[in-house]
T-cell receptor, first 109, second 116 residues
Framework: LAKTTQPISMDSYEGQEVNITCSHN???????ITWYQQFPSQGPRFIIQ???TKVTNEVASLFIPADRKSSTLSLPRVSLSDTAVYYC??????????FGQGTELSVKP | DADVTQTPRNRITKTGKRIMLECSQT?????MYWYRQDPGLGLRLIYYSFDVKDINKGEISDGYSVSRQAQAKFSLSLESAIPNQTALYFC???????????????FGEGSRLTVL
């Protein structure tokens, strides 16, 4: 199973772009990369998923280099409400979904 | 109504007691999961099930058991609760994406268990 490694915490200010990088050195050919957001006392919520290159939706972008050993979640112009824990998750065909420790993002005014 | 419902939301119990946490879903998904969350440790997988007849151990299954009573119901039991099982427990469901891959996970609101 691909193990993920993320920074434990990050700080930012409102209006800035935030990039959170996740490393997954032993990702397999058919694995996908997924990011989740979690607020205190709530279950995680899906943000974005990708396989390679770049994926963008209404809330974030996901950049995956050609070797796929890492991925970067990009949050444009963060606000205070983006303060949360962000999890990188490698999804493979086996179904045993293992979360990492997550990155605690703190957005300050 | 929530798509994934967990009961109870909060429970305080004593060491040695048997506890059951229940999860039901209206998503129509086949795949269901139980996770445990502790401060600083992220989410750890306890058990998961791909259908009614399929049960699989996760990272930390010791001290826990599960029952998949129906497609929509997946229960987690602590046969004899101990204090280090004090945690926030999450149930999640997902469908199957292309190539047999697990689709997006949908989580319940969590069940906070305290074992004294």
């Amino acid at each position: 199973l691909a193990k993920t490694t993320q920074p434990i915490s990050m700080d930012s200010y409102e209006g800035q772009e935030v990039n959170i990088t996740c490393s997954h050195n032993n990702i397999a050919t058919n694995d996908y990369i997924t990011w989740y957001q979690q607020f205190p006392s709530q279950g995680p919520r899906f943000i974005i998923q990708g396989y390679k290159t770049k994926v963008t939706n209404e809330v974030a972008s996901l950049f995956i280099p050609a070797d796929r050993k890492s991925s970067t979640l990009s949050l444009p112009r963060v606000s205070l409400s983006d303060t949360a824990v962000y999890y990188c998750l490698v999804v493979y065909q086996g179904g045993k979904l293992i979360f990492g420790q997550g990155t605690e993002l703190s957005v300050k005014p | 109504d929530a798509d994934v419902t967990q009961t109870p939301r909060n429970r305080i119990t004593k060491t040695g007691k048997r506890i059951m946490l229940e999860c039901s879903q209206t998503k129509g998904h086949d795949r269901m999961y139980w996770y445990r969350q502790d401060p600083g440790l992220g989410l750890r997988l306890i058990y998961y099930s791909f259908d009614v007849k399929d049960i699989n151990k996760g990272e930390i299954s010791d001290g826990y058991s599960v029952s998949r009573q129906a497609q929509a119901k997946f229960s987690l039991s602590l046969e004899s609760a101990i204090p280090n099982q004090t945690a926030l427990y999450f149930c999640a469901t997902s469908g199957e994406a292309s190539g047999g891959r697990t689709g997006e996970l949908f989580f319940g609101e969590g069940s906070r268990l305290t074992v004294l």
